[in-house]
């Protein structure tokens, strides 16, 4: 349950909400959020989570280091 | 901040459609009305050289045509936020109402409050004729919104020309939706055909899920961007050509890329000055990369002239831009202002005023014709520029304490050529000029013999006269163009007689700084 967006870095470009392959973004209070149950890191949908490379800001779309890592299921 | 409001507003409503023309030529300043009994005859001549049915599609587009700038506005609605490329002149960060560049806006739209601001627009200002969608991040990295967005705006209001701007990197995939939406002209920003140059002017692109760095990127870019310009001109698709010109990057290599775009059918190249200041945060911004001077600029665009034609009236507006080009009037139509402000859209109305402002054209077009007649024997190696403060409509119409840019004519025995413009920050705020706001005028008109304007006032004539700049007010309220002949016919007979010693001017200055507060 990793990937967080830095509130205050976030730019509201929305690049990454249509590439999530969880529908785990959306736009709250003016910036976007990832709902963490959700978020699988991408693992098993693409080599690298899509928000982190689709966002013109560097280190804002970032590993949630307060909650465990996503496991995928076996 | 207070925001930026162009003070030279055309029509402000639309009443009804006798007194509406009056009105925008009382706002104006406007003579031409009494004129119009000339007008008929010679509205074709601006055609050129242009087949009929390319100029059907240009002659009412600002951007698309030099000539329709002076009396046609457009729009852009901000629906398209997300981006698909970095690019190390921009920086999506930083927004500021005062600051005018592309990729700023203040706030961004959703379709269905877009087509409320574009009939909002289109009902207070009659000679809005052209929608584009750009940005502020790329149209067709967010394909939903723009598309939608056009759907519902050719529904609502079907004599407005669509338009997008695009960097090209999706575009091979929407060219079926961009014929299907009835898109007339698509720009595609291309500053390199040579990945090694891309590379240093994009550090990533996202395409098919990655990121790509380096020449990768930037030869995927390329790739996709030629290949999408093929593919709308094999359609008719009209296509403009947008290149930042960064010295020592791409200036030289700018040539190539001319030859390259004309090679697959564009119709028109724009190549624009890199804005660069530390303070927008942008990769070039901060590592000191600066600018063009007015006049490297100019070289590179005669260099570049030939079958295609180039565009010098860009000035890389805002993707929420509205109004005349060179004024922004989008701090007028804020999203709760167009939820408050009445829509009387009407066909009838906008063909009537429209045709109006046709018949102002004519005239103008015949006064030069008849102008130029007068050089008809006569020939000359002299050119010389020359700047003019004005509102629109061709005319010599603006204060020079007023203007917020200046017009830059090359004259010729051939006739006036617009050449591009000088953006310079607001000299008379509140009636009172300061020293270091007309320096910086005279710093970017400093290669201009002559300032042509409406009216000037007696402290800022003899500073002018001092950088030998001549100021000249007699062709107040008259066509630019026709004037500038005039006094050019006067300025070389001068010469001939040895009242004038002909002398070249030296270069200009290209303000990088952010536009300061207008009204």
């Known amino acids: ?74 | 901040m207070s925001a930026m409001v162009g003070s030279g507003g055309y029509a402000k409503a639309a009443p009804d459609n006798g007194t509406m023309m009056q009105s925008a030529a009382e706002h104006k300043g406007c003579r031409t009305a009494a004129k119009t009994a000339h007008a008929g005859c010679g509205s074709r001549t601006s055609q050129g050289d242009l087949p009929s049915e390319i100029w059907e599609k240009v002659k009412k587009h600002p951007c698309y045509s030099e000539e329709a700038h002076h009396h046609y506005a457009r729009m852009h609605v901000a629906v398209a936020p997300a981006c698909n490329i970095q690019c190390n002149y921009c920086n999506r960060k930083y927004d500021c109402a005062n600051e005018s560049r592309p990729g700023v806006v203040s706030e961004k739209l959703t379709p269905e409050q877009a087509v409320r601001k574009v009939l909002v627009v289109a009902t207070a200002i009659p000679q809005m004729t052209v929608l584009g969608i750009a940005g502020p991040g790329d149209a067709l990295a967010n394909p939903a919104k723009t598309f939608k967005t056009f759907e519902l705006v050719a529904k609502a209001a079907p004599d407005i020309k669509l338009c997008l701007s695009t960097n090209g990197l999706a575009l091979p995939d929407h060219i079926d939706t961009i014929v299907r939406s009835r898109i007339d002209h698509v720009t595609i920003t291309i500053n390199a055909i040579d990945p090694e140059i891309g590379a240093k002017i994009y550090p990533w692109i996202f395409f098919s899920h990655k990121r790509y760095t380096g020449i990768d990127a930037a030869r995927i870019l390329t790739d996709r961007q030629l290949q999408g310009l093929e593919m709308l001109s094999e359609r008719g698709i009209l296509c403009k050509v947008n290149s930042v010109m960064i010295p020592h990057i791409n200036d030289q290599h700018l040539v190539e890329v001319n030859k390259a775009v004309k090679a697959r059918g564009a119709f028109l190249h724009n190549i624009m000055p890199l804005i660069s200041a530390p303070e927008h945060g942008t990769v070039f911004g901060l590592n000191g990369q600066r600018g063009p001077s007015a006049q490297e600029l100019k070289t590179l665009q005669d260099a570049c002239e030939g079958k295609m034609n180039m565009m010098r009236h860009c000035r890389q507006c805002r993707a929420d831009a509205v109004g005349l080009i060179g004024e922004d009037r989008s701090a007028e139509f804020s999203t709760d202002q167009i939820m408050k402000m009445g829509v009387k859209y009407d066909l009838a109305t906008r063909k009537a005023y429209q045709d109006r402002v046709e018949d102002e054209r004519a005239v103008s077009v015949v006064a030069l014709q008849q102008e130029l007649t007068q050089f008809a024997a006569e020939t000359s190696a002299i050119k010389v520029l020359v700047a003019v403060a004005t509102k629109g409509a061709g005319l010599i119409n603006e204060h020079f304490g007023h203007a917020k840019e200046f017009q830059v004519y090359e004259l010729s025995t051939s006739g006036a050529k617009f050449i591009g413009h000088r953006r310079v920050d607001v000299y008379c705020q509140d009636g009172y000029g300061e020293e270091d706001r007309l320096s910086t005028i005279i710093r970017g008109i400093h290669d201009c013999h002559a300032v042509f304007v409406a009216k000037i006032g007696g402290c800022p004539k003899s500073n002018l006269i001092k950088a030998g700049i001549e100021p000249v007010d007699q062709y107040a309220h008259e066509f630019i163009e026709k004037s500038t002949i005039v006094w050019f016919r006067s300025y070389l007979d001068k010469v001939k007689s040895g009242d004038v010693q002909h002398e070249e001017r030296g270069d200009a200055a290209i303000r990088q700084g952010a536009l300061i507060s207008a009204a």
């Open chain 1, 1 to 74: 349950m990793p990937f967080k967006i830095i509130a205050s870095q976030c730019t509201s470009c929305s690049a990454c909400e249509p590439l999530c392959p969880n529908v785990a973004i959306s736009e709250k209070g003016g910036s976007f959020v990832i709902e963490a149950t959700k978020c699988t890191e991408c693992i098993g949908h693409f080599d690298e989570p899509q928000c982190v490379a689709a966002c013109p800001v560097d280190n804002t779309c970032v590993i949630d280091t307060s909650l465990p890592r996503y496991q995928a299921p076996a």
